[in-house]
Nanobody
Framework: VQLQASGGGLVQAGGSLRLSCAAS????????LGWFRQAPGKEREFVAA????????RYADSVKGRFTISRDNAKNTLYLLMDSLRPDDAAVYYC?????????????????WGQGTQVTVSS
C-alpha cells in the first residue's frame, strides 16, 4: 500500500484547506482510513477517521465541527476539509490506512502511512 498526502500549505487563521490522500496497492474500498497530525515538539495525534463505507466517522474533539473527513472509493482518495483553521492546527498531517473496515483512533491501529503534508496557519 502506498499513500500520498497532498494539499498542505500556508493559510491565514480562519481560512480553509483541503487535504487529499491518494492510495494505491491493496483494495482501497475495504479498509478504514484516518488522518493524524504532528506539531513540532509534540506527539502525533489523531484527527479523524472514516470506515470503509463512510458510514462511521470519528473526530478528535479539537477539530469536531471544523474538519470534515470523506473518501471517494472510485478514485481511491481520502480527503480532509479543514475550515476555521487556527494557529494550533499547524502541523504535518499524515494519512493512514488500517486493515479493517471499522475506523480507529490510535496510531497503533493503522498499518500503512503516507509521508505527510505540512499545514501552516498564520495568525
Amino acid at each position: 500500500v502506498q499513500l500520498q498526502a497532498s494539499g498542505g500549505g500556508l493559510v491565514q487563521a480562519g481560512g480553509s484547506l483541503r487535504l487529499s490522500c491518494a492510495a494505491s496497492g491493496r483494495t482501497f474500498n475495504n479498509y478504514a482510513l484516518g488522518w493524524f497530525r504532528q506539531a513540532p515538539g509534540k506527539e502525533r495525534e489523531f484527527v479523524a477517521a472514516i470506515s470503509a463505507t463512510s458510514f462511521i466517522i470519528r473526530y478528535a474533539d479539537s477539530v469536531k465541527g471544523r474538519f470534515t473527513i470523506s473518501r471517494d472509493n472510485a478514485k481511491n482518495t481520502l480527503y480532509l476539509l479543514m475550515d476555521s483553521l487556527r494557529p494550533d492546527d499547524a502541523a504535518v498531517y499524515y494519512c493512514a490506512q488500517r486493515q479493517y473496515e471499522m475506523p480507529a483512533t490510535r496510531e497503533a491501529d493503522f498499518d500503512f502511512w503516507g509521508q505527510g503534508t505540512q499545514v501552516t496557519v498564520s495568525s
